[in-house]
């Protein structure tokens, strides 16, 4: 295996983020990524202190995405008038110390957190997300 030269690298920021998250979502099962319609793709540093609070984190590094908004088994597919769109956050920082703890590439973390989230909105159980996740593996690396 060929070294990596580390010495210039620097952390992806934002836009990068943005980028790999849209890479994964168009990596996703064509069927599941259409039924995600117009849900919003966003990424942040960490989540707002409100979020933070108000889901009893100890640090803000305790989260690594989020779906706000009204999921579809609650009826999300309904557009309310005045509601805000279904949001997606991906948080930089957090998913930047998770990276750097494990062995799992950025890319593959970042599609993890985007799979889950998404799984939010459908109301899926954790199996259902690990067979989604399992068939965006097997397109990345078929054994």
Same mark, same amino acid.
């Given at each position: 295996? #060929?070294?990596?030269? /580390?010495?210039?690298?620097?952390?992806?920021? +934002?836009?990068?983020?943005?980028?790999?998250?849209? #890479?994964?979502?168009?990596?996703?099962?064509?069927?599941?990524?259409?039924?995600?319609?117009?849900?919003?793709?966003?990424?942040? *540093?960490?989540?707002?202190? *409100?979020?933070?609070?108000?889901?009893?984190?100890? !640090?803000?590094?305790?989260?690594?995405?989020?779906?706000?908004?009204?999921?579809? $088994?609650?009826?999300? @597919?309904?557009?309310? #008038?005045?509601?805000? $769109?279904?949001?997606? /956050? +991906?948080?930089?920082?957090?998913?930047?110390?998770? /990276?750097?703890?494990?062995?799992? !590439? +950025?890319?593959?973390?970042?599609?993890?957190? +985007?799979?889950?989230?998404?799984?939010?909105?459908?109301?899926? !159980?954790?199996?259902?997300?690990? @067979?989604?996740?399992? !068939?965006?593996?097997?397109?990345?690396? $078929?054994?």
């Amino acid at each position: 295996m #060929t070294a990596v030269d /580390w010495t210039h690298a620097v952390a992806p920021d +934002l836009d990068a983020f943005e980028a790999m998250a849209r #890479t994964a979502h168009a990596g996703l099962p064509e069927e599941f990524r259409r039924l995600t319609g117009e849900v919003v793709i966003a990424v942040a *540093e960490f989540p707002e202190d *409100e979020v933070v609070e108000e889901m009893g984190l100890e !640090s803000p590094f305790d989260l690594m995405g989020l779906f706000q908004g009204v999921g579809l $088994p609650q009826g999300g @597919a309904v557009a309310d #008038t005045g509601r805000m $769109p279904n949001r997606i /956050w +991906l948080y930089r920082r957090p998913i930047l110390d998770w /990276w750097a703890e494990n062995e799992d !590439s +950025l890319g593959r973390i970042v599609a993890h957190v +985007l799979i889950h989230e998404i799984g939010h909105h459908f109301g899926f !159980s954790d199996d259902d997300m690990e @067979a989604i996740e399992a !068939s965006v593996d097997e397109e990345e690396d $078929p054994a």
